[in-house]
């Protein structure tokens, strides 16, 4: 593990304090839950991926950190930034950096109470800025906008599902050459997770992600499969694995994450 990795799991660990996390690593379906007010939230998770049909490009692996703060009226803001290695054939260069910014706002606008019958709703904006760069295949070169609406429903006390459905408006998905390239239209992203809780400290659940262009084009669509679990060490910091393989030349065609959550005072 490089040493800048380790510098952060340490220092994450010791600074950490001692509240309940609400977390969604490894799914990319994302829930309606959001930071406390007043709090900080972090993820760090690396993905390593098999590509499929990328020819020269071979393997790509991502290390992506994420932070949320929590703001009053269940509002939290969001920045993350991935850092991208893509493994080429023999004889081409293989491209590693920083690949593009996102940055946005998450809005818990109905929570889900105890017997009801309604889910938890939610929705984000986000804007992704082109840090990456786009001759390396690091970034899209493009400014994205996208908009995320998000329920999360209780089946029992637990097990829980969660469903997305999103847009964005112009611009891809793509993170480094994993994901649904579209430079005049709009791209639709779906996600759908059931999560179920073994015991306090284990959760495990599968997800089905996906993404298409108007385009029509199946070609450069997404659909991909996970199967994940975490494990909380304490209160405030969590452990996760997945395991993903998919279809489609957008999708890895398998992969395997690992995964951390931390709540700080």
């Known amino acids: 593990m490089p040493p800048a990795i380790r510098t952060l799991l340490l220092l994450v660990t010791v600074l950490a304090g001692s509240r309940s996390l609400h977390a969604q690593l490894p ?52 920045v993350d930034a991935p850092y991208i290695y893509i493994q080429r054939s023999a004889g081409k260069e ?14 818990n606008f109905l929570k889900e109470s105890k017997g009801s019958r309604h889910p938890a709703l939610g929705a984000s904006f986000y804007t992704e800025f082109p840090t990456g760069d786009a001759s390396q295949q690091l970034g899209s070169g493009l400014y994205d906008y996208a908009l995320n609406v998000m329920l999360q429903k209780s089946l029992s006390e ?16 793509s993170t480094g050459d994993i994901g649904t390239e579209n430079t005049r239209g709009q791209v639709f992203t779906y996600g759908l997770s059931l999560l179920h809780d073994l015991n306090d400290r284990v959760t495990l659940g599968g997800e089905i992600y996906g ?55």
């Open 158 to 173: 637990k097990t829980k599902i969660n469903g997305n459905v999103g847009i964005l408006f112009a611009g891809n998905t």
């Open 211 to 265: 993404a298409y262009t108007d385009s029509g084009d199946l070609g450069r669509s997404q659909l991909q499969g996970m199967f994940g679990g975490q494990y909380n060490v304490r209160k405030n910091i969590a452990l996760c694995f997945g395991l993903l393989g998919g279809v489609y030349v957008a999708s890895p065609r398998v992969g395997g994450q690992l995964g951390l959550s931390v709540d700080f005072p």
């Open 94 to 107: 293989p491209s590693n950096g920083v690949g593009d910014t996102n940055m946005g706002i998450k809005w």
């Open 27 to 78: 799914f990319y379906t994302d829930d309606p839950s959001v930071t406390d007010r007043g709090k900080w939230h972090l993820e760090f998770f690396n993905e390593y991926d098999s590509l499929q049909l990328q020819y020269p490009n071979l393997r790509q692996n991502t290390s992506n950190l994420k932070i949320n703060y929590g703001l009053p009226h269940n509002l939290e803001l969001d």
